[in-house]
Nanobody, 129 residues
Framework: QVQLVESGGGLVQAGGSLRLSCAAS????????MGWFRQAAGKEREFVAA????????YYAEPVKGRFTISRDNAKNMAYLQMNSLKPEDTAAYYC??????????????????????WGQGTQVTVSS
């Protein structure tokens, strides 16, 4: 069973940067589709970013395009979310997700939380204005 553990959250001023890390155990990051979701207080959980297993293809939610970058380091068995130019509306609990499905997903599946079987416990990001 794959376990994912996030770290790197915290309090940052608007315009600042944070890098979230996701450590995988019980499986290899290279064999997983990886992603990040977030949930702000009182709101629905929403997709942030995802990365395919191969070729590094990435997907981003519109609000974070150009500011956030998802990546993976297979040698370290880690995934990352680099967040730049942070805004107060980025404040949320951020969840690392993964899935080991061998199937080729349609693009829409990367954006759906129902597609991912493995979830971390979340790390809080708070952006002050």
């Amino acid at each position: 069973q794959v376990q994912l553990v996030e770290s790197g959250g915290g309090l940052v001023q608007a315009g600042g940067s944070l890098r979230l890390s996701c450590a995988a155990s019980g499986g290899t990051v290279g064999s997983l589709i990886m992603g990040w979701f977030r949930q702000a207080a009182g709101k629905e959980r929403e997709f942030v970013a995802a990365i395919r297993r191969s070729a590094g293809w990435t997907y981003y939610a519109e609000p974070v395009k150009g500011r956030f970058t998802i990546s993976r380091d297979n040698a370290k068995n880690m995934a990352y979310l680099q967040m730049n130019s942070l805004k107060p509306e980025d404040t949320a609990a951020y969840y690392c997700v993964g899935d080991s499905s061998p199937l080729i997903w349609p693009e829409s599946s990367y954006f759906s939380q129902r597609s991912y079987n493995y979830w971390g416990q979340g790390t809080q990001v708070t952006v002050s204005s």
